[in-house]
């Protein structure tokens, strides 16, 4: 796998944009541009981490017994390669097929646009005077509108707007997030990020959490404008400030002044028992990264996603320690190997 790996990265490999990095890396430290591409290519081979790893968590600083604590973008493929059954992955990958699968979890009404259910859909606009229109695939935010349907002449002519993106567009009820996260920042859902793993045993284990929050968008993605805070997943509350794609630090909310270091999610083992148990629903994709709300009533899915990704979870501003989270997956096979003993 990590053979593979590595000829897939070296023939797909953005030359100019890794030589870019050279350059930035060499101005910051001094090193020769020659010395650092060795160094880069060492992590390659030993960490499964490709420049912009070697260059997000700042490995030209890492000692290799700090790196070696990195969830690099090869180690992450690794653990999607052994836990998820490409088969099963479109489940989650797809939103209209998530929906289907996880509607229990999802705490609001959603229909397909299928280009055949004209009714259905006229049906559920005829309720919501707002709604959300995703497209089914996709990442990032991107694609997402806040509809209204008083913006269009009638429901007729907002069918018609949405028609041309069947059969890839669904549309969902608008959640209504709980007074506290939506006093941090009420222009956009802010979820949590929780990733989990179902080991072979049939145990989920939560690995992590991530606090994601709007700025400024509909999107609370870290990608489309949005901040990250790391948290205690034990817990449930946000341990650090808030970083934005920029590099910018937020103790508050700009837009409310809102503290962000130190909030407690409510019903937090609520949502650890939604994610375990959302986790048995399509037991062959076993990696997952679910996005959670959290409302009134409780806790509800929006999205899981098969490639839970690696960067936002050890970025160096959260890592003072300089150690990554590869442990806790270490710690969960560990944990594996003693609830599924070899025979």
Known sequence: MKVKYLVQRVLNMNYKAMLDKLGSIHKKT?????????????CAVKYGAGYMDYDLFEMYNLTPEQRDTYLTRGR??????????KTHMADLGDKIRFNARFGPFLRREWVPVTGENKTEVLDFLSRHAEFMAKPSQGSCGWGIEKLRTADFSSLDA?????????????LEEVIVQHPAVA?????????????????????????????RIGNGKIVDNFNSGGMVAPM????????????????????????????????????????????KEAAQVVPEVGYVGWDVCFTPEGPCLVEGNQFPGHDIYQLPVHTPDKLGI??????VEEEERKESPAP
């Open 183 to 211: 006093a941090i920042y009420p222009g956009s859902i802010n979820t949590v990020r929780m990733v989990t793993i179902r080991g072979k045993s049939g145990k989920v284990y939560l690995v992590t959490a991530m606090f």
């Open 76 to 85: 992450n493929n690794e653990l999607v390669a052994k836990y998820n059954d």
């Open 30 to 42: 001094g090193r020769s541009r020659w010395a650092i591409f060795r160094d880069m290519k060492d």
């Open 232 to 275: 205690d997943p034990e817990t449930g509350t946000v341990t650090d400030r808030a970083l934005d794609k920029r590099k910018n630090l937020y103790a508050s909310h700009p837009a409310t002044g809102t503290q962000i270091k130190g909030f407690a999610f409510p019903d937090w083992d609520k949502a650890v028992a939604l994610v």
């Open 326 to 331: 590869m442990p806790r997956f270490r710690a």
């Open 158 to 170: 907002l069918y018609e707007h949405l028609a041309p993106r069947a059969p890839h567009l669904e």
